[in-house]
């Protein structure tokens, strides 16, 4: 029962709550903090259009030519810890997609037969036609999610430095404050990330004959299969009409997009942000652009332990309500009802479509992208997606999880927390592993009810010691009211 997998769902800021930053960021508990978190923004954009079509001899052409438009943002988080700086969770959001739709048509066609006089022409007027349709998708896979979709491992981890170079505008005005122990000076930056790359979709070809009144279709599909996988081609159909399929293996490589290597930025450990063109061009028919956007700040653990709790105090509230419960009995639908009266809590309206991962349907055959010429979206990974209970009642993947907060600057305070809460599980499995797999929602939630206090008790304690002046009055309350809830028969 893995509450991370379920909370990561909903990621992306849920904090409904106002923090008095200044009070904390005063606070002497944080004057000597001693990590930086950042995130850096990588955009690329180009669009190239075909410009005027061009029929043969003897005919028009009308329809659209072949455009291709293509979007990349690369995001990673960065955090700065003893002087290093580590990359974190890297995404990718591609959007390509090349598409055309033209269609030729022949003034005339002669059906004179061989045999009969050219005295007595059989003349079609008009004449026969040709229709070329083409819409290609490039589609992605982020390595962590190739690894678990085609149970493999790859050895591969993005590639990141930062590189002070000279003392840069903010050196004279940090003082001797060096939060993430890293100087503040111009520093240079390098990326390289990569993602599984394949090719998806469909050209067809139709041709008819007015003389006969034939149309004939031919039709090639590009579908992606798993890496390491040799590439083929199956033909299925008619004379008249046929499709050839072609298998194209997912390649691991950099996407245009997902790199930069000559970036220098002015850096202040106490928060600092920016951008940079790196290509601009334009052309009559071609465009491109590639910027770069980066912000850092101090990381304060208070706003981590706040949010933290409050997406656990949902969760508990969602695996407490009856109603919730009675909605089903398949457990993956139970735990899809639940992630959105979590959000329904934490944002007071239900969540609109597409926004939890449970409900973003399936792609068709052939269609590996949750989005138009995008990612492969059925599994999304977050921190704490690799830690959880085996079938044994063993709790595994804790060092994964940990060396992966670590990266993702995720307080030590807020780790402990969901090791707290899985721990519990360890527990309950152990007492009744019968009662733990039970595939029942009432006996599930309350499972996870219990879980997902312990942990907020971890994490409440931690943010009394580090942060006194955020009063907690409103969430120990919230504590009490699940408590009586839960003792209702």
């Known amino acids: 029962m893995n ?55 003897g005919a028009t052409i009308s329809g659209k030519g072949r455009s291709t438009q293509h979007s990349m943002i690369t995001k990673l988080k960065v955090c700065i810890q003893d002087g290093k700086a580590m990359v974190g969770d890297v995404t990718h959001d591609l959007k390509w997609l090349q598409e055309a739709d033209t269609k030729t048509m022949y003034h005339q066609t002669d059906c004179t037969p061989i045999h009969r006089t050219r005295s007595n022409l059989d ?3 008009p004449g026969n036609w040709e229709r070329e349709t083409l819409n290609l998708k490039q589609v992605i896979l982020e390595p962590e999610v190739a690894q678990k979709k085609f149970k493999t491992t790859f050895n591969y981890r993005p590639s990141f430095s930062m590189n002070r170079v000279s003392d840069g505008k903010y050196v004279d005005k940090t003082g001797p404050s060096k939060p993430g122990g890293m100087p503040a000076g111009r520093y240079h930056l390098f ?22 009144g034939v149309t004939t279709e031919k039709r090639l599909e590009w579908k992606p299969v798993p890496p390491g996988s040799k590439p083929s081609q199956t033909g299925i159909g008619s004379q008249d009409s046929n499709t050839v399929v072609l298998t194209n293996p997912y390649t691991l490589s950099t996407p245009l997009g997902g ?31 590639l910027t770069v956007h980066w912000k850092f700040k101090p990381n304060i653990p208070c706003s981590h332990l706040v949010e933290a709790i409050q997406n656990d105090l949902a969760y508990a509230q969602a695996y407490l309500d009856k109603a919730t419960r009675q909605k089903t009995t398949d457990m993956d639908q139970y735990k899809c009802y639940v992630d959105r009266k979590a959000y329904e809590i934490l944002y ?15 792609s068709g055959p052939g269609a590996e992208s949750s989005s138009p010429g995008g990612n492969d979206g059925d599994d999304v990974l977050g921190v704490g997606d690799e830690i959880g209970v085996d079938e044994n ?9 940990r060396e992966k907060a670590r990266r993702n600057c995720i307080p030590e305070e807020v780790v402990e927390g969901i090791i707290a809460h899985e721990k519990t599980h360890v527990n309950q499995c152990k007492t009744d592993r019968a009662r733990y797999n039970a595939k029942d929602t009432a006996i599930w939630g309350n499972m996870e009810v219990a879980a997902h206090l312990i942990g907020i008790d971890h994490m409440l304690k931690s943010l009394k010691r580090l942060c006194p002046e955020y009063w907690t009055g409103q969430i120990d309350e919230k504590i009490k009211e699940i408590n009586r809830e839960r003792m209702k028969p």
């Open 123 to 125: 003349i079609r007027r």
């Open 259 to 289: 790199a930069v290597t000559n970036v220098f930025i002015d850096f202040n450990p106490n928060g600092c942000s920016g951008s940079q063109t790196l290509l601009q061009e334009k052309k009559p028919r071609f465009e491109q652009t």
């Open 191 to 212: 990326l390289d990330t990569k993602v599984f790359q394949a090719m998806s979709g469909y050209s067809i070809t139709q041709r008819h004959n007015v003389c006969t």
């Open 393 to 401: 009642c063993n709790l595994v993947n804790e060092q994964a999880y």
């Open 348 to 362: 007071g309206s239900p969540p609109p479509a597409g926004v939890l991962e449970c409900d973003k349907k399936p």
């Open 3 to 57: 509450v991370i997998a379920k909370q990561t769902a909903l990621r992306g800021g849920m904090l409904l709550i106002v923090v008095f930053w200044m009070e904390l960021w005063l606070h002497p508990a944080f004057a000597g903090n001693s990590q930086v978190i950042g995130e850096i923004t990588i955009k690329y954009e180009a669009n190239e259009t075909s410009g005027s079509l061009h029929a043969p001899s």
